[in-house]
């Protein structure tokens, strides 16, 4: 069983950066694909950006692109978020995930969760 865990959330002002941060309990290059979902009240869990094993191809949100930034170090288990300049619609929960494929990725077939942390941006 993988354990995800989430660190990094917070409350800030609009035009602030976050970084957040998802260690796996197991050796992260065995993951394939390891990323972020988000969830706001009302609304379905949807893809921010993933990220495969090797660094070299990563997918993101329409609303998050030329603003976050996804990178994971295997060494470390852990990914990362960096968002750049939020808005108020990027306030929700955001959730580690990992998957074996960008394939499943895109279906939303995640293999793992994280118990997800809270970002809110206010004006």
């Known amino acids: 069983q993988v354990q995800l865990v989430e660190s990094g959330g917070g409350l800030v002002q609009a035009g602030d950066s976050l970084r957040l941060s998802c260690t796996a309990s197991v050796n992260s290059a065995h993951i394939y694909v390891m990323g972020w979902f988000r969830q706001a009240p009302g609304n379905d869990r949807e893809p921010v950006a993933g990220?495969?094993?090797?660094?070299?191809?990563?997918e993101y949100g329409d609303s998050v692109k030329g603003r976050f930034t996804i990178s994971r170090d295997n060494e470390k288990n852990t990914v990362y978020l960096q968002m750049n300049n939020l808005k108020l619609e990027d306030t929700a929960v955001y959730y580690c995930?990992?998957?074996?494929?960008?394939?499943?990725?895109?279906?939303?077939?995640?293999?793992?969760w994280g118990q997800g942390t809270q970002v809110t941006a206010s004006s």
């Open positions: 990220i495969n094993w090797s660094g070299d191809r990563t």
């Open positions: 995930a990992a998957a074996p494929s960008f394939a499943s990725w895109s279906r939303r077939q995640i293999s793992y």
